[in-house]
């Protein structure tokens, strides 16, 4: 009986160090890829045709237009009140973020975006995780990430910077509609603000 | 009864060998000169409020409590600090730009107006690091300060 006793207690510590021990490596991968993540962001080749990158920022770039693509998808979520799919939009906005490749820009735009690039992720996965209140203080500050970014590299389509007045002090956003529905209140005050600038 | 016997008996001997299992710990003598407390000029009363509330997990340098070698707090506790620092690490606070400070200034006085920090977890040991509604109000009033100086 003794034996048997002494058995299952080895076994025990066996199975729990190991479940332990793989939980904690498991982390630990998943922190050394975004660690990869952040610095492929940072891996920026230095330019040369600087002239032509402009031009290439007058057209709007791909990359960018990625980036919006997905913080537009998110923005109607939020204007859906769907808390849950703009978990998984802003988990998609955080990945098209990461992608985001700044090297046709200058060295001067290069730094900015990437500043840029590295606080919308964040905010972008803090989305990911949050409830619908959260995401949508969130979404405030992403949103003038983005509206900085689209000064530095344009957008293929025509823009329009909307504002509403009434959420934490005045607060902007981009849509790709004249009409305003607004993502920080959703249904709740869908109409409230104003179409404050066109793009494009 | 046998079977609770074996049970204690393996929760014992578990409880034993995960002690053998190392942390990693959050401590450093020097504070870098990219502080939060050397770049700005911080008030003496909100200094001593960040450090025993917030720099535990947000900082370099965690002041210990004395059960933090017993597992599983270790690993509670490390899980906890690595999160908190890469969220926000106020002695790496001048390496940010100033659209992360803002951010950063911004999550704050959020999270100290929907008491969302410190977290029930620390405070509830901690009874100290909790906010009172006026140095909630006195911190959130610097920070904004603070943000709008930028």
Known sequence: ?200 | MKIVKIIAIILLVAFVGIQFIPTTRNQSDTVPSTDFMLVNNVPETIQKKLQVSCYDCHSNNTQYPWYNKIQPVAWFLEDHIKEGKAELNFNEWDSLSSRRKASKLRSIIKQIENGEMPLDSYTLIHSEATFTEAEAEELINFITQLKDSL
């Not at chain 1, 890829?33 to 920026?44: A, Y």
């Not at chain 1, 849950?84 to 700044?102: H, I, P």
């Not at chain 1, 900085?148 to 025509?158: N, R, Y």
Request: aromatic share 6%; charged share 25%.
């Open chain 1, 1 to 200: 009986m003794s034996k048997l006793k002494s058995t299952l207690g080895i076994v025990a510590i066996a199975f729990i160090t190991l479940t332990v021990m793989s939980c904690k490596d498991n982390n630990k991968e998943q922190n050394s890829t975004d660690g990869d993540h952040s610095e492929m962001n940072h891996d920026n080749s230095d330019g040369h045709h600087d002239g032509e990158k402009k031009e290439m920022a007058m057209n709007g770039d791909s990359n960018a237009q990625a980036v919006l693509n997905d913080y537009f998808n998110l923005k109607n979520a939020l204007v859906g009140d769907d808390n849950g799919k703009a978990k998984e939009l802003g988990a998609t906005l955080a990945t098209s973020l990461r992608n985001f490749d700044a090297a046709q820009y200058t060295d001067t735009q290069q730094s900015e975006l990437k500043d840029i690039v590295e606080d919308a992720v964040e905010h972008a996965e803090h989305i990911s995780e949050s409830d619908i209140a959260h995401q949508r203080e969130h979404f405030k500050v992403l949103s003038k990430d983005v509206i900085d970014m689209v000064a530095i590299t344009g957008a293929e389509m025509k823009l329009y910077e909307q504002f509403c007045p009434m959420y934490d002090g005045g607060t902007a956003w981009l849509s790709t509609k004249e009409e305003v529905r607004n993502p920080y209140y959703g249904s709740q005050m869908l109409k409230c603000g104003k179409v404050q600038r066109e793009i494009n």
